[in-house]
């Protein structure tokens, strides 16, 4: 399924890990999809694609007209919204897509440009994804799953517990080895209601 994309020098362009969140993204059509950081808008045109109904966010006003410029080019509707992380949307999704900035990032290595939005992953490249993973359950359906980009440069075991705080469960779905780092696309879920705490009647 081609897509045709406008880059910008301070959006932050399709790469490895956008590729791999396409190919692991698990979609039906007519299912609501939420994409977090959108940039280019590439990954919510392929969900639009696939006969979704979606809506994209970006903190971003520039990437936001990125994002809108190749859905016409690619004649699909998205929804953009401007806003951090789930600030702008209400209601609940059957999918939500984020590939959030996970690079390790000390203050020495910020550029004060828009890309530091898209990088900065704070001290141990955690930051943002932990911050994702404290709010995603109030925005998934019963039935709903988040993907998410996770990388081996990423300090070890914080993305595990803040899963286990949250009660989700996760599965890879997708991964790919380069020389200095391995990245994966992590499929979140709440648990069936019976393996909750509490039991079978937790919520």
Do not use: W
Request: hydrophobic residues 35%.
């Amino acid at each position: 399924m081609e897509i045709r994309i406008t880059t910008e020098r301070d959006v932050y362009e399709p790469a490895a890990d956008t590729e791999l969140l396409v190919k692991s993204i698990r979609l039906r059509e007519g299912e609501r999809v939420l994409e977090i950081g959108t940039g280019t808008g590439i990954i919510a045109i392929h969900c639009a694609k696939h006969g979704c109904r979606v809506t994209a966010t970006d903190v971003v006003a520039e990437a936001l007209d990125l994002a809108r410029e190749n859905a016409q080019q690619n004649t699909v509707d998205v929804n953009l919204l401007e806003g951090d992380m789930f600030e702008p949307v209400d209601g609940k999704f059957d999918v939500i897509v984020f590939n959030p900035p996970y690079l390790p990032t000390a203050p020495e290595d910020l550029t004060d440009s828009p890309l530091d939005k898209a990088l900065d992953g704070g001290p141990d490249g955690t930051d943002v994804t932990i911050r994702f993973l404290e709010q995603v359950d109030q925005y998934l359906t019963h039935q709903g799953r988040a993907y998410i980009v996770v990388s081996s440069l990423q300090e070890d075991g914080k993305i595990e517990n803040a899963l286990h705080r949250q009660h989700l469960v996760a599965r890879r779905r997708g991964s790919e080895k380069f020389d200095f780092e391995t990245i994966s696309v992590l499929e979140v879920r709440q648990p069936p209601k019976e393996a909750r705490p509490g039991g079978a009647g937790a919520v």
